[in-house]
C-alpha cells in the first residue's frame, strides 16, 4: 500500500514537474528529458539494495580535504546496471533533522548552503558514490548519511567525520564566569574557533586537559574536565571525569567557555621586533608585517599542530598575553606542555607580540 503510494507520487511529482520528492529538489535535474528515466518504476522481487559506510569516524583537519566513503551493491547481484541517485546531508546532532549537503542523478550534481563549491562525489569503482568535501571547516565536524534511491528502494549509510583540533578554556578580559551561553559562543568565534562539542571537551580530557572553571558547551551544558581530583574542583573523593553542571539557562547564567580550534591555513609566529611594545604598537607592528595581531584560537592551532615554542611573552588579539611552549623546560612554566596564559595586563605595558598571516 504504502509502495504504491510511493509510485504515484513519484510518477505524479515526475508528471507534473513538482519541484520536491522525498526531500531532493528535482526541479533543475529532471528537466533533462533524456535523463529522467521516465519516472521508471521498479519492482525489486526480492532484491535488495545494500549501501556500506565505514563503522570507525574518518579524521580531517581544517583546510584540509575529507572523503566519506559510501559504496552500494545489489543483493542478489544485478547484470545490469541501474540508474540511481545520491543524496548526501548532514545530520543534527541528535541524528533527527538534516541539511542537504549534495544530490546527485548520474553525472549531474548540485550542492547546497556552505558546501556550495566544496563537495563533490568520487565514483572510482562501480557503485562508489564517496564524498569529498574540500577545505574542511570547523563546523564540518558531525554524522553524515549516503543515501542511495533506486526506484523505490531508498537505503542509507552514515559516516562520522571528526576534526582533529584542540580545546582550550577561554575567560574575557573581565575574568572569570562572565559569559552566558551567546557570549561564549562569540568569544570562541572572535578567537577564530568554535564553542566545543562534549565529545570533543571529552577528548581533550583523555589527553589530559584539566580545568577547575566550569564552561559552556556547544549543546547547552556547562561542564570541566578534571584529570586530577582535588578539593575545590569537587572533592577528593570524586573519581577524574567530565564534572557537569548539567543544561543552564541561556541567557541568564554566566560561565567560561570551552572552545575548538583545528589545524591552521597560515602561519602564526612571534615578531622579532628591537623592542617591547604597546599593546597598540604590537598590533600596528604586525601589520607593518603584512600580516595580524593572532587570536587566542590560532596559537593554541599552532602550538598543538606545528609545536610552535617560544619562552617569550606575547600580546594576543584580545589583549590577552601569553607563550606556547611545546618542549617544556626551567623558567617556561610548568613541567606539561601547554600555552602559559597571564591574563590580561593594562594595555600600555610593553611586550613582545605574536603575528598571524594567512600563507
Ligand atoms: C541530459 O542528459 C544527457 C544524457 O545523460 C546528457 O548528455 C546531457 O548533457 C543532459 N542535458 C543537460 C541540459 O544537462
Ligand atoms: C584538496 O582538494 C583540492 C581540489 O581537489 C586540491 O586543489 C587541494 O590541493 C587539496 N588540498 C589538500 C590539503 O590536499
Ligand atoms: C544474470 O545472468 C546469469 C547468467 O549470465 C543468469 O543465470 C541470471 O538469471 C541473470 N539474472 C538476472 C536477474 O537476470
Same mark, same amino acid.
Given at each position: ?137 570547523l563546523e ?26 584542540v580545546v582550550f578554556p577561554y575567560q574575557p578580559h573581565g575574568g572569570r564566569y562572565q559569559l552566558n551561553f551567546h557570549d561564549a559562543k562569540k568569544a570562541c568565534e572572535d578567537q577564530d574557533a568554535m564553542m566545543a562539542s562534549?565529545?570533543q571537551l ?6 589530559? &586537559? !584539566?580545568w $577547575?572553571n566550569a564552561g559552556w558547551l556547544m549543546?547547552g551544558?556547562v561542564?570541566y /574536565? +578534571?584529570?586530577? *581530583? %582535588? ?17 543552564r539557562?541561556k541567557h541568564?547564567h554566566r560561565y567560561d567557555a570551552f572552545c575548538f580550534s ?32 593572532a587570536k587566542v584560537g590560532q596559537l593554541f592551532a ?5 609545536? &610552535? !615554542?617560544? $619562552?617569550?611573552?606575547?600580546?594576543l588579539d584580545d589583549g590577552s598575553?601569553r607563550? /606556547? +611552549?611545546?618542549? *617544556? %623546560? ?9 600555552v602559559?596564559n597571564?591574563g590580561f ?15
Amino acid at each position: 500500500m504504502l509502495a504504491e503510494l510511493a509510485v504515484i507520487l513519484l510518477v505524479t511529482s515526475v508528471c507534473k514537474g513538482l519541484p520536491f520528492y522525498n526531500g531532493f529538489y528535482y526541479e533543475h535535474i529532471l528537466n533533462n528529458k533524456t535523463n529522467n528515466g521516465n519516472g521508471e518504476v521498479i519492482h525489486f522481487n526480492g532484491v535488495r539494495l545494500v549501501v556500506n559506510t565505514p563503522d570507525d569516524p574518518l579524521f580531517g583537519y581544517r583546510g584540509g580535504n575529507a572523503t566519506l566513503p559510501c559504496t552500494f551493491h545489489y543483493e542478489p547481484k544485478l547484470n545490469s546496471t541501474r540508474k540511481y541517485r545520491v543524496k548526501w546531508s548532514k545530520l543534527h546532532k541528535d541524528n533527527t533533522k538534516e541539511r542537504d549537503v549534495l544530490v546527485a542523478i548520474g553525472l549531474r550534481h548540485r550542492s547546497f548552503g556552505e558546501y556550495k563549491g566544496r563537495v563533490h562525489l568520487i565514483q572510482k569503482m562501480p557503485n562508489e558514490v564517496s564524498l569529498v568535501i574540500t577545505d574542511l571547516r570547523l563546523e564540518d565536524y558531525g554524522n553524515y548519511k549516503c543515501e542511495v534511491i533506486d526506484g523505490l528502494e531508498d537505503e542509507s549509510g552514515i559516516v562520522e567525520l571528526e576534526l582533529r583540533g584542540v580545546v582550550f578554556p577561554y575567560q574575557p578580559h573581565g575574568g572569570r564566569y562572565q559569559l552566558n551561553f551567546h557570549d561564549a559562543k562569540k568569544a570562541c568565534e572572535d578567537q577564530d574557533a568554535m564553542m566545543a562539542s562534549f565529545e570533543q571537551l571529552f577528548k581533550a580530557w583523555e589527553e589530559g &586537559l !584539566d580545568w $577547575c572553571n566550569a564552561g559552556w558547551l556547544m549543546d547547552g551544558t556547562v561542564q570541566y /574536565p +578534571i584529570t586530577l *581530583p %582535588r578539593e575545590p574542583c569537587g572533592g577528593k573523593e570524586m573519581p577524574p571525569g567530565v564534572r557537569s553542571y548539567g543544561e543552564r539557562h541561556k541567557h541568564l547564567h554566566r560561565y567560561d567557555a570551552f572552545c575548538f580550534s583545528s589545524a591552521l591555513k597560515g602561519k602564526v609566529y612571534y615578531l622579532e621586533h628591537p623592542e617591547k611594545l604597546t599593546f597598540a604598537e604590537a598590533k600596528a607592528a604586525c601589520q607593518d608585517d603584512g600580516a595580524q595581531i593572532a587570536k587566542v584560537g590560532q596559537l593554541f592551532a599552532a602550538w598543538k599542530f606545528i609545536d &610552535l !615554542d617560544r $619562552c617569550d611573552a606575547g600580546w594576543l588579539d584580545d589583549g590577552s598575553l601569553r607563550y /606556547p +611552549i611545546a618542549f *617544556p %623546560r626551567p623558567n617556561c612554566g610548568p613541567p606539561e606542555p601547554g600555552v602559559r596564559n597571564f591574563g590580561f595586563p593594562t594595555r600600555h605595558m610593553k611586550f613582545g607580540v605574536y603575528c598571524y598571516k594567512m600563507s
